[in-house]
């Protein structure tokens, strides 16, 4: 082994370190909670597993969901199975960076080990490289196998164009990197403008080839070999030899392909004039790289910009000298790299600019600020012979080296966003909930959980798909008039137990919607209408209510509302009531009133629906807002709008045999800044007794 292999050697070993410090660290902890797209690589994972094996998952590529599947076959169903993934393709990429540009600048009058060295230091903490090596998203995969297949590329040009290998193994090298060129396409949908990045080896090859030809035809000599031609037709050959099962996927079903085209400038609603919108795109995703933060949460925890500002001006440097050195095949071949895959941001419209999608262009990003740094060191070689300030240069850049990943592990492990955000961003309490449901499965039970009524958040509960492993099956109810009874009806047969998740917190004092689909508590209220509460299990943020299920229980709504009309003032109106009260032990009650608005009241509304026994005491209290069947609030709600509210009473205490009135009282609440449960002593608080309820034989309506 020669001094300048182990030199290698060691650079790759000190990256690597460097690497797997920043993606290994407290992974199991950091990011917190699992993402919904994570969870759905979990699942597809899952189908892999069950021998359910595709060339395309819905909207993704495979190669991640196949890796996931190995990692979750050895691991289990966990949120570290899938980020592990993640964080080995990350790491991994590290190296092959420092390969890639070695062989690209082999041939320039760069310190080609230097410069490789710097990029790949610079990749190895990049906050932005950082962030999805730690995620479940299939798009760190890009970047690994983009650096791959391209050092392979070089390699095997440079020996073309340099002759330093027998011709049968350059091509061998063109056929390895067209193999792995083909697999970029398995990675992450932008990887389908990689193809562009060639173009300049193409116009290079033809261009080579038509001068040997003509020279050939000048010495009468036909026989001249074209060999970038056969090169390039080797590395086309072996990538569509890798591509064509995708290809044919695509040609049979053309929707897959197209799946993000609504995301697409072309695609834009608004009235602003395409070559305006795509200017601005330019500017906002070209800011990412020191002025603007991607605003998603899940790709940017701090919020900041993707480079710091030691690292921008570098790269402005490195960037404005490869621009103008751009005739040079190795500087067009980044520049080109670069801009290319930034092109699946700027082509699109919402969020910008977005990490994730211009993830493509990570590797060549980090290799402008270290020209630029070598830049920098040249400038001050030439204009002194001083030891010192030369050595002051080095410690200076060491230190910028030094700064930035210092920043890089300040921004992503004690992030300055407010804490809020990273729940909201990636949602822990999902994950909370299925460890939640594993630990309190049992035989001969259902796990009832809540769905909006339009099934909108669906994919927020791919978390509970994926984690949740017990025996009880799981049921998901929508939360909706026309379709819980019957739903609950189909999912409580054969169960001698239901389980029914209810969260704590009002969905209106929360950032987040999905736990909260049944914010009006109409599963918990059906199932207290029509069988036996046996149990409350109180956790954080999420009751347990455990219920007894008859044989064959037919679940209803309430009917034959009694008609009221009782003015509560602001335009609200009591128009119906229902109600119903068991004479078993434990005592239960259930109240259904009908509202209605005039005109849009003034203000939002709370309620407190009161039973009263016969010596005057108060037996049972709910408070609740008055929500809409969208679950909106009344000032929300439009002019001759109609809405029901549903409420239930369980542990009535026995002392009184008889029935009990019902009294209902409004008063004004400010959702927008949280809300208290204020009662009917607040300002413009009415309290009116509005009817009984007398116990009846059975629970049942």
Request: glycine residues 8%.
């Amino acid at each position: 082994m020669n001094k300048t292999t182990k030199l290698d050697i060691l650079a790759i070993l000190i990256l690597v370190l460097i690497a797997v410090f920043f993606r290994f660290h407290h992974l199991q902890e950091l990011p917190i909670g699992l993402w919904r797209d994570e969870a759905a690589n979990g699942l597809e994972a899952l189908r892999v597993l069950d021998g359910d094996l595709a060339i395309f998952y819905g909207t993704r590529e495979p190669m991640f969901i196949y890796l996931v599947a190995l990692s979750v076959g050895l691991l289990g169903r966990n949120p570290l199975a899938i980020r592990l993934v993640a964080a080995i393709a990350g790491t991994a990429t590290i190296p092959v960076t420092y390969l890639l540009f070695k062989e690209v600048f082999r041939w320039t009058d760069h310190r080609v080990r230097l410069l490789a060295f710097l990029t790949s230091t610079w990749l190895a903490t990049s906050y932005w490289h950082l962030n999805f090596s730690r995620l479940g998203f299939r798009g760190v995969l890009l970047p690994l196998f983009a650096s791959l297949s391209f050092y392979l590329f070089w390699r095997g040009w440079n020996q073309l164009e340099h002759g330093a290998s027998r011709h049968r193994t350059t091509l061998a090298w063109f056929a390895v990197s067209g193999l792995c060129f083909g697999l970029t396409f398995y990675t992450y949908t932008p990887s389908r403008f990689l193809p562009l990045v060639l173009l300049p080896f193409v116009g290079q090859a033809v261009w080579g080839a038509w001068s040997r030809r003509s020279e050939a035809e000048q010495k009468s000599d036909r026989t001249a070999p074209a060999k970038p031609l056969a090169a390039l037709f080797v590395f086309s050959a072996s990538c569509l030899l890798i591509f064509a099962p995708l290809g044919v996927h695509f040609v049979a079903d053309p929707g897959s392909f197209f799946v993000r085209r609504g995301v697409s400038v072309f695609s834009a609603t608004d009235d602003q004039p395409l070559t305006t919108l795509l200017a601005e795109n330019v500017v906002h995703q070209l800011g990412m790289f020191g002025f603007l933060a991607d605003p998603n949460t899940r790709h940017n925890p701090a919020g900041r910009p993707a480079f710091d500002l030691f690292t921008l001006a570098f790269f402005m440097v490195g960037f404005a000298l490869s621009l103008r050195r751009s005739r040079k095949l190795p500087y067009l071949f980044c520049i080109g790299w670069f801009l290319i895959m930034l092109l699946p941001a700027i082509l699109t419209y919402p969020e910008l600019p977005h990490y994730l999608r211009a993830i493509g262009a990570l590797p060549v990003a980090c290799v402008f600020p270290a020209l630029g740094a070598e830049a920098a060191w040249d400038w001050v070689r030439a204009r002194t012979e001083s030891l010192k300030m030369r050595s002051a240069f080095a410690v200076i850049l060491g230190l910028c080296l030094a700064f930035s990943a210092v920043l890089t592990y300040r921004d992503y492990f004690t992030p300055r966003v407010e804490e809020i955000e990273l729940v909201k961003a990636f949602d822990p309490r999902f994950v909370e909930t299925a460890a939640l449901m594993n630990e309190l499965d049992e035989p001969g039970a259902v796990w009832i959980v809540p769905l909006g009524p339009h099934d909108e958040q669906r994919m927020a509960y791919f978390v509970i798909d994926f984690l949740y492993q017990g025996q009880a099956p799981l049921r998901y109810v929508h939360a909706d008039e026309e379709a819980v009874a019957r739903e609950l009806s189909a999912s409580s047969q054969g169960s001698e137990r239901a389980m029914v998740l209810r969260t704590t917190e009002h969905y209106l004092t929360q950032p987040w919607y999905d736990l909260y689909a049944d914010s009006r508590g109409l599963i918990p209220f059906l199932f207290d209408k029509h069988t036996r509460r046996s149990e409350t299990k109180h956790f954080a943020n999420v009751d347990v209510l455990v219920y007894q299920l008859p044989e064959g229980v037919v679940f209803s709504m309430p009917s034959g509302l009694q008609p009221q009309k009782i003015d509560f003032g602001d335009s609200l109106k009591l128009t119906g009531i229902a109600s119903g009260l068991s004479s078993g032990e434990p005592r239960q009650a259930w109240v259904a009133l009908q509202w209605q608005v005039s005109a849009t009241p003034g203000a939002d509304y709370g309620t407190e629906i009161a039973l009263i026994d016969e010596q005057g005491e108060r037996a049972g209290t709910i408070h609740e807002l008055l929500l809409s069947g969208e679950l909106q609030p009344t000032n929300r709600w439009d002019p001759w709008q109609q809405e029901t509210s549903y409420h239930s009473f369980t542990g009535l205490p026995d002392a009184s045999r008889g029935g009990y009135s019902i009294q209902v009282s409004v008063y004004p609440v400010d959702v927008d800044n949280g809300w208290e449960f204020a009662g009917p002593t607040a300002e413009g608080g009415t309290s009116l007794t509005v009817g009984s309820i007398l116990p009846t034989v059975a629970i049942l309506d």
